[in-house]
């Protein structure tokens, strides 16, 4: 690993000002060799980085710390009932909250399983939305992939027992690894950003993220300058119910295999009114299961129709040649989601 400088940022606008390149545009260097990038932020505990400047994918000459604004380290209750995480809210904080933990359990059952207990200590939301993927062909610096420049994805001749079967032909094939991005999307969160100027703006997760066949050098739509201040999570409807699942290789410290967020609105009669399912490590963005939400919206959720909306979840998977064990995995943690979300009291229901 390279010298480099070290300069603290006197704000986010700051920051956004300093930076001359992100990981992503330093990586996108020619034949295979990473770009010598003048200046690079230092997300909150720079897990990503450290590991990319360690393998010699990226050299900054100056990292810019942006960890003691403290303003964006905040985890607040808003006026219509929501929350707003901030930034540099590290994942120990969030699993920590007692107020997300009461309204939103699956997101903390996303932040708990995530790392280790030293990384999720230092890692923070804002860094996690925005580490890149963890495909070893994007992290050799032998293999000059599509998403630093190159040709092709290495991953569809290659080892692909850990990549996408869902919207994996589009020239790369790799997984989101964000565990957060799975359980916000199912809460229909909201990413506040700002840019170099000053200039906010704030984007339904929905449209957050960005497939390969719209750019497939880039995992979201952030612009230039642009950084992520805060996640808004809107207030919960009151008869909401929330969980989340992943299986690994190892019970700690892995990224999952497959993931799966589920939040339903169950009324009185137990007919669920509403069902957002999303899933994880399955597609380049955490992907909505509309197929299931479809055959479980206006029903009684039961083991039958949990194990019906599975499988009508994986119909539309394009498993490559080494992970099509991932499907029947998959439908399996789907289906236990659906059933443990469903049993869940609404937090509403626990002040009665």
């Not at 990981?23 to 060799?33: F, P, R, S, V, W």
């Not at 995995?329 to 002040?351: G, W, Y």
Request: glycine share 6%; proline share 6%; net charge neutral.
């Amino acid at each position: 690993m390279e010298s480099f400088e070290w300069q603290q940022a006197t704000s986010f606008e700051n920051a956004a000002t300093s930076a001359t390149h992100t990981t992503t545009e330093a990586m996108l260097g020619t034949q295979g060799k990473p770009v010598a990038s003048q200046a690079m932020l230092i997300k909150a505990g720079g897990v990503d980085l450290l590991d990319l400047m360690k393998e010699g994918l990226v050299s900054p000459r100056r990292l810019i710390d942006i960890n003691h604004l403290s303003e964006f380290q905040s985890i607040s209750e808003d006026a219509d009932g929501g929350f707003t995480i901030g930034a540099l809210a590290t994942l120990a904080q969030i699993a920590a909250h007692s107020g997300v933990g009461k309204y939103f359990p699956a997101l903390v059952q996303t932040v708990t399983a995530a790392a280790s207990p030293q990384i999720r200590n230092r890692a923070t939301l804002g860094g996690n939305l925005l580490q890149r993927p963890r495909c070893w062909y994007l992290r050799s610096p032998a293999h000059h992939c599509l998403r630093k420049g190159g040709e092709h994805c290495f991953a569809y001749a290659g080892d692909n027992r850990y990549h996408a079967v869902f919207a994996n032909h589009d020239g790369c094939a790799i997984v989101h690894p964000s565990t957060p991005a799975t359980a916000l999307l199912a809460f229909q969160a909201q990413i506040k950003c700002v840019s170099a100027q000053g200039a906010q703006r704030v984007i339904p997760i929905d449209d957050f993220f960005m497939l390969p066949s719209r750019d497939p050098r880039h995992e979201n739509i952030l612009q230039a300058g642009e950084l992520i201040t805060a996640v808004k999570l809107p207030a919960p409807h009151p008869a909401h119910r929330s969980a989340y699942l992943q299986l690994s290789e190892k019970a700690a410290f892995d990224w999952p295999l497959a993931a799966v967020a589920a939040v339903f609105v169950i009324d009185h009669n137990d007919i669920c009114q509403q069902a957002r399912i999303v899933l994880g490590s399955v597609s380049p963005t955490p992907r909505r299961a509309q197929e299931a939400e479809n055959i479980l919206t206006g029903a009684k959720i039961d083991p039958d129709n949990a194990r019906t909306a599975a499988e009508a979840a994986i119909t539309t998977a394009t498993p490559l040649s080494g992970n099509a064990y991932k499907l029947p995995l998959l439908s399996a943690l789907i289906s236990r989601t659906i059933l443990k979300a469903a049993s869940c009291e609404s937090p509403h229901e626990r002040l009665l």
